[in-house]
């Protein structure tokens, strides 16, 4: 089992609309979450963490964390082309070592 | 703002060159990374420092080494580079429970 999983897409979402990407870790004391944004030919950008249960909101997106269930996701609301990445999951596990997922392909279509 | 820079942003290189990817970060951070990612396979953690001169394996060491001599700098070395390390190469830094922040990457291609 992979330390972190994530739905590798591609997926494609009307502009305006939401985009929700999720992930799934095995390390049921993971503590720590990020969601990274990678453009094409780019290194990743930190674009939210996530520490505990519930909702964090920064501008048009939104993660969401679910220790009991071992999930994490994003929402990116009223999406733009230029949100238009590869969305990397990040889990810091009880070994302090990171793990990341393989990244969900996002496309938003004008 | 933290600040990772990586020396080269496109490397080409021939097969069984030694070949050093350089690392350099602004925020005295004491946790320093060298990651590969590959299509499909995501990213791969080479090797990785917690302090100055200490040193330890990732999931992928084989056919690399590194070096830290200054806490700024963590210097990735292929002994004999191959084709099959031919990859984008990231270098990374930290501290404490922060998130890892990464330079700009190399893209090394090996001929």
């Known amino acids: 089992q992979k330390e972190v999983e994530q739905n590798s897409g591609p997926l494609s979402v009307p502009e305006g609309a939401i985009a929700s990407l999720n992930c799934t870790y095995s390390?049921?004391?993971?503590?720590?979450f990020f969601w990274y944004r990678q453009y094409s030919g780019k290194s990743p950008e930190l674009i939210m963490s996530i520490y505990s249960n519930g909702d964090k909101e920064d501008g048009r997106f939104t993660a969401q964390l679910n220790k009991a269930s071992q999930y994490v996701s994003l929402l990116i609301r009223d999406s733009q082309p230029s949100d238009s990445a590869t969305y990397l999951c990040?889990?810091?596990?009880?070994?302090?070592?990171?793990?990341f997922g393989t990244g969900t392909s996002l496309t938003v279509i004008p | 703002d933290v600040k990772v820079t990586q020396s080269s942003r496109y490397l080409v290189k021939r097969t069984g060159e030694k070949v050093f990817l350089e690392c350099v970060q602004d925020m005295d951070h004491e946790n320093m990374f060298w990651y590969r990612q590959d299509p499909g396979l995501g990213l791969r953690l080479i090797y990785f420092s917690y302090d100055v001169k200490m040193k330890e394996k990732g999931d992928i060491p084989e056919g690399y080494s590194v070096s830290r001599e200054k806490k700024e700098r963590f210097s990735l070395i292929l002994e004999s580079a191959s084709t099959n390390q031919t990859s984008m190469y990231l270098c990374?830094?930290?501290?404490?429970?922060?998130?890892?922040?990464f330079g700009n990457g190399t893209r090394l291609t090996v001929t």
């Open positions: 990374a830094s930290r501290t404490g429970p922060s998130p890892l922040h």
């Open positions: 990040a889990v810091l596990n009880t070994g302090n070592q990171f793990y």
């Open positions: 390390d049921r004391g993971s503590q720590s």
